[in-house]
């Protein structure tokens, strides 16, 4: 498992690509080995994923009559989510990096998506946070999310850009492929296996 130190440094090389820096990619390893080690991110992400779940998890009792139990389940289920929403946009990705040609690309892409969604995580925790110890600031937390998607794309578009070089189409795709299944993923998912607030 990737160091604490070494995440800094990813996230510097990120930084330094978001600012269409080349030398960012000096600070990532793009190798086959680098794409795999990325996935390390999931467990980086873990504990403000777990914000995020009990606030779901309480989100959903309140929808139901008090005395609703949940259990281990609930939350094997937000589980199977998370890993949908991690895994299925970067093998619609895959497929179009293969289908344009890109192959060589798709561990850059792998990479920065999957270190990307470290920092993310944790802004989203915090908003969450937020809302459970200040209540009444919901409204304020749905302006600080919107403004953390805009920023996301607005990194993936810069991410991209880098990757794929003056392709604004390609780039559109991608992004569009790595954002929009995990919106539909989500809801999708979680009413199919029941996790969703009544």
Known sequence: MPSFKEIQIYLKGLLLLIRLDPRGFGYLDLTDRGAMRSFWA???CLP???ISWLWWHSAFLRAYP????TGL????????VEVANWIVPLVLAGFLCLLFGLGRRFHAIVVVSNWLAVPLAYVYALIILMVLVLPGTEGLASL????LLVTLVFALVRLMRMICGQQPLMITTLILVLLVPTMLLSDLLQQYLGVYPA
């Open 144 to 147: 600080l999310w919107l403004g």
């Open 73 to 80: 389940p609930f939350f094997m289920r937000l589980a199977m």
């Open 48 to 50: 403000a994923t777990a």
């Open 66 to 69: 008090p005395g609703t139990r």
């Open 42 to 44: 999931i467990l980086w």
